[in-house]
Each structure stands twice: as C-alpha cells, then as structure tokens.
C-alpha cells in the first residue's frame, strides 16, 4: 500500500561503454493506485505495479557531486532495472570511490532481482555506505521475499528511522497478516503521514475489523482519495453498501477508482441496477471499469447485459474475452 520510486523507461536505452556513461537523470515519482476487485472480497493496492509486494526504494536525484560516480550511478541503476544486475556489479567493482547512492543502487538491484542474500552481503560489509533509504531497501527485501522475522529485525537495528521506515514495516505486517504488529507499531510512530492511515484503515478493512477502520478513518487528521475508497471497498465488502455510497457522495474528489469501487460494492451486493447507474453516470471510464461491470453483471447471472456491455468495450484486453467466457460456461 506504499508509494515508492523508480525509473520510467522512455525509451529504449542506449548500450554504450560505462565510461561514456550520459547525464544523469532525475527518475520522477509514480504513484499509481490499483484496486483489484474479486469475488468475494476486496483488495486494496497502493503501489506503482499494482502488487501488495515491498517496493524497493530508489533515490529520486543524485546530487553527487563527482560526475564520473554519478554518471556510473545512472548506469548501475539503469542496468538493474533491466535486470543485468551482474554488469552493474562489476562496474560497481570497478569504482574507486562510490559512494552512498551507488552502494544503495546496487543493493536495491540485487533485491529487485531476487537475490537478496548477496544484497545482504552487500549491506553487511565494513566498508558499506548506508543511509535511511538503503536501510529501508533491505527492510522492503525481505518483506518482499517473505521474510517478516528477518525484516523485523532489521527494522529495530535501523540507527535512524523515518515516516517511510515505519510505513513499510507496517504494510509488511499487514501483507503477512500480522494485523495486532501493525496496529502496535502503528500507535508507536513519532509522526505519521496519510499513508501510515491508509495502511492501516485498508488492513483492517480488508480483514473485517470495519468498525476499528471505521473510527480510525474518523479520526484521520487529513484525507486523500485513497483513504475514501480504501473506506468505501472496505463497507462494501462487509455488507454495509448503504453507508459506503453516504461515503462515496460526500467526497470532494473521486478518480476513475473510487467509482470502480462503488460500482463492485454494488455488483457484488446483487444491486446491479444502482451500479448500472453509477456506471452510466462516470465521468470517464478506464478498462477494470468495464471489466468490472462486466463481471458484476456475469456474477449475478445477467448474462445477457453482461454480453451486451461487453460488445460495447472500445477496447478489449484477456480479462474481458476471459470474464466473458467464464460467463459462459
């Protein structure tokens, strides 16, 4: 449920000698929110892929300041990404001097590609430069990798710890079902942000604990338009569509997701004709909205809307021809 950042490949990049490495770059900020809607339950996502998985964090600019590590920088991180982790290794190898970003580069890499022992190694050794967003890579790992114990410990070795620190220990709790965890270090945070409240309004939620994500929605200092429809999916689930679309109205700003989510609330309460309506209302409509109503209608067994809604779709992808054959058989 974290927001996290990473390169935008726009375009296919060069292959060219590591010692004519380009300008560096600055890699912008992505938050994307995905909200996967499956019979019977909910499920929240606030991440750039779509995944409950960890990120791995990755620095947003480098400011080094000596031009041969930045531009080396840029190439490790441009190779990890595209997953030629063992040339971004040598070239990291071959650095006289890299420096904190580098070390944090390369580490996130081998997390990126599976190979979290050797990033470990990496972070372990002496000679290693580390700061809060390496330490928060190797956390992110292991939750990645399934290792709560491990990233649990981490996170209590960790010298120094920022709002993003407790936020992804607290999402790798709710990711492991570790619920109470992540409630309890939740009422420890120093300071927290509306992510740290939407983490945990969307896990309990999610897990039936809706009057707990209720108050806590209530007492939210600030809202975004994840926190209303983490809060709508989440009485939509639990049976309480009524309160969810009181919800819904009163919010000030909705995106394509929050409709989607009422609309599912609807569909998935056997009230196809207010989410027909919804749907006719949306001020623009995406592919999961489609595929959304689409299903709602088949699971209802309104096999012929759904039919007629699905030749309708401007533009078809494998769930739509999958969520229609499914319908038919």
């Not at 990890?80 to 580490?107: C, H, N, Q, Y």
């Not at 410990?153 to 607290?170: A, D, G, Q, R």
């Amino acid at each position: 449920m974290l927001a996290f950042f990473r390169v935008v490949e726009v375009g296919k990049f060069i292959r060219i000698p590591f010692s004519n490495c380009v300008q560096i770059i600055t890699i912008p900020v992505l938050i994307n929110l995905k909200l996967l809607l499956r019979r019977p339950r909910f499920n929240l996502y606030h991440s750039i892929d779509g995944s409950r998985s960890a990120k791995i964090s990755m620095p947003r600019k480098d400011f080094t300041i000596d031009g041969n590590v930045a531009r080396c920088n840029w190439m490790i991180t441009s190779l990890s990404k595209d997953g030629r982790i063992m040339e971004a290794r040598r070239l990291f190898d071959e650095m006289r001097d890299p420096d904190v970003i580098t070390w944090t580069s390369v580490i996130s890499g081998f997390i990126k590609c599976g190979m979290i022992e050797e990033a470990r190694r990496l972070f372990d050794r002496v000679d290693a430069k580390k700061n809060v967003v390496t330490w928060i890579a190797m956390v992110g790992g292991y939750i990645r990798s399934n290792k709560i114990s491990e990233a649990e410990k981490l996170f209590h070795e960790m010298p120094n710890k920022n709002v993003v620190s407790w936020n992804t220990m607290i999402d790798g709790y709710a990711q492991n079902g570790g619920i109470d965890s992540a409630m309890y270090l939740f009422e420890k945070m120093p300071e927290r942000n509306v992510v740290s409240w939407n983490t945990i309004v969307s896990m309990l939620a999610q897990c039936g604990r809706i009057e707990e994500a209720r108050k806590l929605f209530d007492r939210m200092p600030e809202r975004d338009v994840i926190s209303w429809t983490a809060m709508i999916a989440g009485l939509s689930k639990n049976g309480r569509i009524d309160e969810a679309r009181l919800l819904f109205d009163r919010m000030r700003e909705r995106n394509v997701v929050s409709w989607n989510a009422m609309i599912t609330g609807y569909s998935h309460n056997s009230r196809l004709d207010e989410a027909l309506d919804l749907f006719e209302k949306m001020p623009e409509r995406d592919l999961p909205s489609w595929n959304t109503m689409i299903t709602g209608l088949i699971q209802n067994g309104d096999l012929r809307r759904a039919r007629k809604l699905f030749n309708a779709v401007p533009k078809k992808n494998v769930i739509s021809w999958t969520t229609m054959i499914i319908g038919y058989v």
